[in-house]
């Protein structure tokens, strides 16, 4: 428990709860605390996978490689409720009319970009950028990009990226409106700030995308060099990375059916 209290409490995002009514028996969610005995769908790797096997008792908890196909079975009723990153959860909720959010006590979280341990360089050039584009305007221009009040996402022109080297951003672009597919590119709010943060640090960028508990294992064998993929800082993951300073910040809900 002391070590769970550690990854919720020194992390920003919201994690919430994600239920369909597609199961035989009639199954009443209103909060974490009835998530005890239920079987519920995580995506693996993440802070939510954490809380829910620390924390709900008799938990029968099944990992996914994201939150949609999480939400794939929660709709098939093969699961009871899914547990995820709130924005994330609103879109799958957007677009599945049976679903609804309720509020609850969550810890929050802190998103952060990842290095790998002791690239030093690396780190404090993202920095700057981060501190750089809250300063001038162009981060709070980002958020209202990519989380717009009407939802209606217009998405900005790949910035031209110049340089004889190119840094790699390890991403899972299953994450809406961090990191998604459109069409046949991955974009989001995390890529168009790996585009900044690589025009700041003279190179050209290439995105990698991959499972989500893949990422620091890639970049702890020097496969990818950051990771922006709405990664939550924890202490957990303090001992493998290091992380720039957070970007992103929010609460967290819990998505029932209507």
Do not use: H
């Amino acid at each position: 428990m002391k070590k769970l209290l550690q990854v919720i409490f020194a992390a920003v995002a919201l994690q919430a709860v994600v239920f369909a009514g597609g199961a035989k028996e009639k199954v009443v969610i209103t909060s974490a605390a009835d998530l005890a005995g239920k079987k519920v769908g995580v995506q693996a790797g993440t802070t939510g996978e954490w809380w829910v096997d620390e924390n709900v008792a008799d938990v029968k908890l099944v990992s996914f490689k994201s939150g949609i196909d999480a939400a794939l079975d929660l709709k098939n009723g093969a699961i009871d409720a899914v547990v995820l990153d709130e924005l994330p959860a609103k879109e799958i909720v957007a677009r599945n009319k049976d679903l609804m959010i309720v509020t609850d006590k969550f810890a929050k979280e802190e998103y952060a970009i990842a290095v790998k341990k002791g690239n030093s360089e690396l780190l404090a050039s993202i920095n700057k950028t981060i501190e750089t584009m809250k300063a001038n305007g162009e981060y709070e221009a980002l958020v209202a990009t990519f989380m717009p009040a009407d939802g209606a996402i217009i998405l900005p022109a790949p910035l031209v990226l110049e340089g004889s080297k190119v840094v790699k951003l390890g991403t899972n672009a299953a994450f809406p409106p961090f990191e998604y597919v459109d069409g046949k590119s991955v974009v989001g709010f995390d890529i168009t700030m790996g585009e900044k943060i690589a025009k700041d640090y003279g190179t050209k960028l290439e995105v990698v995308d991959m499972a989500f508990d893949s990422l620091i294992p890639a970049l702890s064998s020097g496969a990818i060099d950051f990771i922006a993929a709405g990664m939550s800082v924890t202490d957990e993951r303090k001992k493998n990375v290091d992380f720039s300073v957070p970007y992103f910040e929010s609460e967290q809900v819990i998505i029932i059916r209507k």
